[in-house]
T-cell receptor
């Protein structure tokens, strides 16, 4: 497709469960970003990839959060032992080198 | 990361122009001014960006103060589909993360 695709669109997890969120960026986009957006807040940066290299993971809130992009295209954000405070929309964005960012529609994670 | 200040909310009538202000008094020389907007249940969408000169595109215009400490996003004729949260962000153009604030909620009345 033409845009950034995220799946699943919605995810309900029981507290303590592990979840994996997928991002398919626009083909050829070098940079990929993950953001977390709590209700009523602006998105907050989690991590950044340039091709397969994770260059910045300063925004990951704890060691329960892990992201990978092994072949420089699709990326997965994994959250282990989910907690209620992890409930949020997780947004993925990609960009070509020097270009603007295109965001996906996000995955809404609800931890019950 | 340089900080921006925006009003919490604004209201506009349909078909009228809207001027969304942004203050960024600590902007550095390498910072571009980016505007994104987020419609309900969607990810943020690029609107426009600029460095020093005013910019126009099909969506909006960006007016940048001469001292670069403030800017204004101009929607020339607001429609109901322009109701969204508008974010003003400072960032170097290439490869840098975007740091979002709370943005301005724009409501458009018919």
């Amino acid at each position: 497709g033409a845009g950034v695709s995220q799946s699943p669109r919605y995810k309900v997890a029981k507290r303590g469960q592990d979840v994996a969120l997928r991002c398919d960026p626009i083909s050829g986009h070098v940079s990929l970003f993950w953001y977390q957006q709590a209700l009523g807040q602006g998105p907050e940066f989690l991590t950044y990839f340039q091709n397969e290299a994770q260059l910045d993971k300063s925004g990951l809130p704890s060691d329960r959060f892990f992201a990978e992009r092994p072949e420089g295209s699709v990326s997965t954000l994994k959250i282990q032992r989910t907690q209620q405070e992890d409930s949020a929309v997780y947004l993925c964005a990609s960009s070509p080198w020097g270009g603007g960012y295109t965001f996906g529609s996000g995955t809404r994670l609800t931890v019950v | 990361d340089a900080k921006t200040t925006q009003p919490n909310s604004m209201e506009s009538n349909e078909e009228e122009p809207v001027h969304l202000p942004c203050n960024h008094s600590t902007i550095s020389g390498t910072d571009y001014i980016h505007w994104y907007r987020q419609l309900p249940s969607q990810g943020p969408e690029y609107v426009i960006h600029g460095l020093t000169s005013n910019v126009n595109n099909r969506m909006a215009s960006l007016a940048i103060a001469e001292d670069r400490k403030s800017s204004t996003l101009i929607l020339h004729r607001a429609t109901l589909r322009d109701a969204a949260v508008y974010y003003c962000i400072l960032s170097p153009l290439i490869g840098n993360k975007l740091v979002f604030g709370a943005g301005t909620i724009l409501r458009v009345k018919s």
